[in-house]
């Protein structure tokens, strides 16, 4: 299972930290990605991180804005997302693919377990 919270309405310009808890699985083997959806917009991968060696990919939209970590004895991934835009308002779900590594990880659409969703408001 993965849970997803941390979201919010904030203005823009702020910053927010998503948290996603995972159990049930193999942490250890499998990469945690971060995807949002905005109203009217299919699902698009923002971020993700691998369970092999912490190496991680971003949506050339928040790169240098968004940063993916992974806590293992927590067995938490967290996105620390700043600077803040309202065109990042959507809702924000975390997901287990089945592999351990991030590559194609926006196209692939190989995971297999997703959480329930946050939302991320962003507005003046």
């Known amino acids: 299972q993965l849970q997803a919270s941390g979201g919010g309405s904030v203005q823009p310009g702020d910053s927010l930290r998503l948290s996603c808890e995972v159990s049930?699985?193999?942490?250890?083997?499998?990469?945690i990605g971060w995807f949002r959806q905005a109203p009217g917009k299919e699902r698009e991968g923002v971020s993700c991180i691998s369970s092999s060696d912490g190496s991680t990919d971003y949506a050339d939209l928040v790169k240098g804005r968004f940063t993916i970590s992974r806590d293992n004895a927590k067995k938490t991934v967290y996105l620390q997302m700043n600077s803040l835009k309202p065109e990042d308002t959507a809702v924000y779900y975390c997901?287990?693919?089945?592999?351990?590594?991030?590559?194609?990880?926006?196209?692939?659409?190989?995971?297999?377990?997703w959480g329930q969703g946050t939302q991320v408001t962003v507005s003046s």
């Open positions: 997901a287990a693919r089945i592999w351990s590594y991030c590559s194609d990880y926006a196209t692939k659409g190989d995971f297999n377990s």
């Open positions: 049930g699985f193999t942490w250890d083997y499998q990469a």
